[in-house]
Each structure stands twice: as structure tokens, then as C-alpha cells.
């Protein structure tokens, strides 16, 4: 039986592989945590499958932001800037 995994915060889609045998009930097999026998949808090019409630829906896949250089003043105690501790004495 085939199961398919899905990210345990986002509950976005991850992979998919074989379910295991049960040892203890002959004809059963063992599905883990985050993970489930319904198969999920065929996402389009900029949407992604996620798993909540029980049930498979797309969303749209979120743009990543740029992070930015934030300049910090000087310490309490008189030490460096965040800048100076990464990128050295400019």
C-alpha cells in the first residue's frame, strides 16, 4: 500500500513510499505520524498539495521574501554591530 508524507507544521506534500506490514494483525499495515493513505492531488506548476483536516488541498506556493541587512547600534556594553561581527571592520 502506497502512503504519502507531508510536512508536520505545514502539512505540505513531501514523498511518498511503501506502507509496512503489521507484525501483530495479518492484512493490516502501519501508517506513521504525518502521514496517510489518500493520495494526494496533482499540483500545477506554482501550487503545492497540503494535508489538513483529513483532506488534500492546492495552494499557492508562497514567495520566498529577501532577507535584509538590518544595521544595529552599538551594545549596551560598547561592543560591536551586527555588521561588524559579520562583515568585519567596513
Known amino acids: 500500500m502506497l502512503i504519502y508524507h507531508y510536512d508536520v507544521a505545514t502539512g505540505v506534500f513531501l514523498s511518498s513510499s511503501q506502507a ?4 501483530l494483525e495479518p492484512g493490516a499495515f502501519l501508517i506513521p505520524a504525518f502521514a496517510t493513505d489518500i493520495a494526494p492531488p496533482v499540483a500545477p506548476e506554482g501550487q503545492q498539495a497540503v494535508f489538513a483536516a ?3 488541498t492546492l495552494e499557492a506556493i508562497p514567495i520566498p521574501v529577501p532577507q535584509q541587512i538590518i544595521d544595529a547600534p552599538e551594545t549596551l556594553f560598547g561592543g560591536p554591530t551586527v555588521k561588524e561581527v559579520f562583515y568585519g571592520d567596513q
Open 20 to 23: 509496512d506490514h503489521s507484525p
Open 54 to 56: 483529513g483532506a488534500w
